[in-house]
Nanobody, 126 residues
């Protein structure tokens, strides 16, 4: 089970960009799936994006498709979430997650992930 350490986040205005990074303590296995979730105040944690460590297939929530990009750096054991055209609705605590041997159709099920980062705050406000 990998340990995940997040960096990035902060306060930006609508329309701006931010990049979140998630560093794994060890090399994720070829059967790993890495993902980003977020949780806004008073709301449940929701899926944002996922990437398969082997092959790099990606999936996105409809709310971020076309604005957010998930990518991985296999050499550095990191996953990045590039967030563009941020909206006030994107305000939340963002979490990276890792899961092993996920059935790819369950990529948006947070219960399938067994390692979580510490969370990082993103605030989009005028």
């Amino acid at each position: 089970q990998v340990q995940l350490a997040q960096s990035g986040g902060g306060l930006v205005q609508p329309g701006a960009s931010l990049r979140l990074s998630c560093a794994a303590s060890g090399r994720p296995s070829s059967s790993s799936t890495m993902a980003w979730f977020r949780q806004a105040p008073g709301k449940e944690r929701e899926f944002i994006a996922a990437i398969r460590w082997s092959g790099g297939s990606t999936r996105y929530a409809d709310s971020v498709k076309g604005r957010f990009t998930i990518s991985k750096d296999s050499a550095a054991n990191t996953v990045t979430l590039q967030m563009n055209s941020l909206k006030t609705d994107d305000t939340a605590v963002y979490y990276c997650a890792a899961g092993e041997r996920l059935i790819w159709s369950t990529y948006d099920d947070l219960g399938r992930y067994n390692s979580w980062g510490q969370g990082t705050q993103v605030i989009v406000s005028l």
